[in-house]
């Protein structure tokens, strides 16, 4: 622990990024949600069109659901280091290789966060690989995916392209795979820029 979470556990006591319970200095976690987010099963399959492998770290529920949310909408960052330990620690070494590149955010909606979640995710995977971050995506138009149903959402993917050339290997990530449109939408842009093999890496899928 630095000098800077000892200060900040003083001023106020680590909450759970889960629950809101308290938990130990330094955690994103309390005991119980860690112990219920190490029983969840990873998600693995042949992915949506246009991904070679999509590799998920746990389906988009309890407290896998809720760390989504906190990094999501409460812009709490230790959740993405967490995140990407449960990426690099569990995804199957032979999906690893590859440079990594973020799910792009849609411009209004990072303007208004302030930051990206699938960007912080994705560096932060890419520090722990020693591989390098790419960002060689960007997404067009309004692309607003929250509070879409889920049929509008299949039926207009979000418009993404290149905006440099791909890395032949790619490993795509983002935090929840819905209907995988976004992935794919990705997917395309990067096939046309140079990529030749996919691997989708996301810490939660619904099903
Ligand atoms: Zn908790």
Not at 42 to 71: C, E, K, Q
Not at 94 to 117: E, K, S, T, W, Y
Not at 167 to 193: E, H, K, Q, Y
């Amino acid at each position: 622990m630095d000098l800077l979470q000892i200060a900040s556990s003083l001023l106020a006591p680590p909450l759970c990024a889960a629950c809101g319970r308290g938990c130990r200095a330094g955690a994103v976690l309390c005991t119980r949600c860690s112990r219920a987010l190490a029983t969840a099963t990873p998600i693995f399959s042949g992915g949506p069109h246009g991904i070679d492998r999509a590799w998920s770290s746990a389906p988009h529920d309890g407290v896998a659901r809720s760390l989504v949310g906190a990094l999501k909408f409460r812009r709490l960052l230790p959740v993405a280091e967490l995140m990407a330990d449960r990426i690099h620690w569990l995804a199957p070494g032979h999906l690893l290789g590859g440079v990594v590149v973020g799910v792009p955010a849609a411009p209004p909606r990072l303007r208004r966060r302030g930051f990206d979640p699938a960007g912080e995710l994705a560096a932060a995977l890419a520090a722990r690989l020693g591989t390098e971050l790419a960002p060689c995506l960007a997404r067009r138009g309004l692309g607003h995916q929250v509070g879409r149903r889920r049929a509008e959402r299949i039926g207009r993917p979000p418009q993404i392209e290149a905006i440099a050339e791909s890395p032949r290997s790619v490993l795509l990530i983002d935090d929840v795979l819905t209907t995988g449109a976004t992935l794919t939408s990705c997917a395309m842009a990067l096939r046309d820029a140079g990529a030749r093999r996919v691997v989708a890496l996301t810490f939660t899928r619904r099903l």
